[in-house]
């Protein structure tokens, strides 16, 4: 895929995170689409785009299905750290 050339959205607050650990764990665009799948999202290229981008809002159940296709849980995904 291009490089985003337009500044992020403000749309979400999970999409910057989305595609840093994708990167981190070196997972292609397009990898991580047919990993999404199998935890049972089906969304287009696009729209991942766009969700990564911060121009697309998210909806509850696709962060549960991001977190699980990333292996990390729903928490650290969206940066809530728990209270000791």
Same mark, same amino acid.
Not at 23 to 31: C, E, L, N, V
Not at 44 to 49: E, G, R, Y
């Given at each position: 895929m291009k490089p985003r050339q337009n500044q992020p959205g403000n749309k979400?607050?999970?999409?910057a995170k989305v595609v840093a650990l994708r990167?981190? +764990? +070196?997972?292609?665009?397009?990898?991580f689409l047919a990993k999404l799948q199998t935890v049972g999202l089906d969304i287009?290229?696009?729209?991942?785009?766009r969700l990564e981008g911060q121009y697309r809002l998210?909806?509850?159940?696709?962060?549960?299905a991001i977190a699980k296709a990333l292996d990390i849980s729903i928490?650290?995904?969206l940066g809530i750290r728990g209270s000791d």
């Open positions: 979400n607050m999970i999409g990167q981190a +764990k +070196k997972i292609k665009q397009r990898d287009s290229a696009t729209s991942l785009s998210v909806q509850d159940y696709e962060i549960v928490e650290d995904l």
